[in-house]
Antibody, heavy 119, light 108 residues
Framework: QVQLQESGPGLVKPSGTLSLTCAVSGGSISNSNWWSWVRQAPGKGLEWIGEISHSGTTIFNPSLKSRVTISIDKSKNQFSLKVNFLTAADTSVYYC????????????WGQGILVTVSS | SYVLTQPPSVSVAPGKTARITCGGNSIGRKSVHWYQQKPGQAPVLVVFFDSDRPSGIPERFSGSNSGNTATLTISTVEAGDEADYFCQVWDSTSDLPVFGGGTKLTVL
């Protein structure tokens, strides 16, 4: 059973950069899956940020595309998220998730990590 | 962009049936997936491809999809079903995923 675990700082400053990593265990990140980031502002719904394929292809939410980078490290079986030019509106629980190549639904989720943007 | 509309809240008594809707333009032509999220926890997939259940999800959870409305049905509701429920589709026009705003299920 694939398991995901997010890690990274819980507090970042406005105008700074958020950097999170998702470690994949119980399976290879090189399998035919897409690896995703989803966030949830306090008391709000789910917002899809973007995802990366096992081969490195990326797709992004158009509303965030200019500020987001997603990368994959097959040697460490992990993938990462960077969001720059942060504001308080980026304060959210950030989840990493995964889906199969032809699934179009997310059957793997990390536990989530709260990132607060504040000085 | 494609929009999914869910009622903010649904209330149901224990043992009764809860129905949570997800509205979208011709959503019946798309595959709909449903997630359950309990407070402080990550979402969990409960229904995929309109009506399929992942292993470990009780048969009490079922789904349907037709016209402009998809429905998640939870029969014989238990206190432990109290959670937020989100629908999700893949928008073929933008080739991106879309989530509904979520519905809070309250068990009275």
């Amino acid at each position: 059973q694939v398991q995901l675990q997010e890690s990274g700082p819980g507090l970042v400053k406005p105008s700074g950069t958020l950097s999170l990593t998702c470690a994949v265990s119980g399976g290879s990140i090189s399998n035919s899956n897409w690896w995703s980031w989803v966030r949830q502002a306090p008391g709000k719904g789910l917002e899809w940020i973007g995802e990366i394929s096992h081969s490195g292809t990326t797709i992004f939410n158009p509303s965030l595309k200019s500020r987001v980078t997603i990368s994959i490290d097959k040697s460490k079986n992990q993938f990462s998220l960077k969001v720059n030019f942060l504001t308080a509106a980026d304060t959210s629980v950030y989840y990493c998730a995964g889906r199969k190549d032809v699934g179009y639904y997310y059957d793997y989720w990390g536990q989530g990590i709260l990132v607060t943007v504040s000085s | 962009s494609y929009v999914l509309t869910q009622p903010p809240s649904v209330s149901v008594a224990p043992g009764k049936t809860a129905r949570i809707t997800c509205g979208g333009n011709s959503i019946g032509r798309k595959s709909v997936h449903w997630y359950q999220q309990k407070p402080g926890q990550a979402p969990v997939l409960v229904v995929f491809f309109d009506s399929d259940r992942p292993s470990g999800i009780p048969e009490r959870f079922s789904g349907s999809n037709s016209g402009n409305t998809a429905t998640l049905t939870i029969s014989t509701v238990e206190a432990g079903d109290e959670a937020d429920y989100f629908c999700q589709v893949w928008d073929s026009t933008s080739d991106l995923p879309v989530f509904g705003g979520g519905t809070k299920l309250t068990v009275l």
